[in-house]
């Protein structure tokens, strides 16, 4: 759910427990993630590229998440965040 409120979309790699369904979520039913086989260069560059490439993963990835957040919690969240953010960077002192 971080990923998805954040709109992020996701690179798959599950070894154990619940991750196995976590994954299959991500990417055969919410279709915003790929699922890798390994850790070598070519997988990952692979995985890189599909998600990053993917125009209508992003599309289903933004309308995830206002279903999940509501459009009132995502648009406080974006002004929480910018609090902290201005905070962080000093310019609100």
């Known amino acids: 759910m971080e990923a998805v409120a954040s709109c992020r979309r996701l690179v ?8 196995f369904v976590n994954s299959r979520y991500i990417v055969d039913v919410w279709k915003i993630g790929v699922r890798i086989s ?3 260069e ?3 560059e692979d995985g890189m590229r599909k ?11 933004k309308k995830l998440r ?3 957040m509501g459009n009132e919690a ?4 974006d002004n929480s965040f910018t609090i902290f953010k201005d ?3 000093g310019y609100n002192i």
Do not use: N, S
């Open 12 to 19: 798959c790699y599950p070894v154990a427990g619940d991750q």
């Open 42 to 44: 070519k997988e990952v």
């Open 51 to 61: 998600v990053m490439e993917d125009e209508e993963m992003g599309e289903r990835l």
């Open 74 to 77: 995502r648009l406080c969240l």
């Open 38 to 40: 390994g850790f070598g």
């Open 87 to 89: 905070d962080i960077c």
């Open 66 to 68: 206002d279903k999940a």
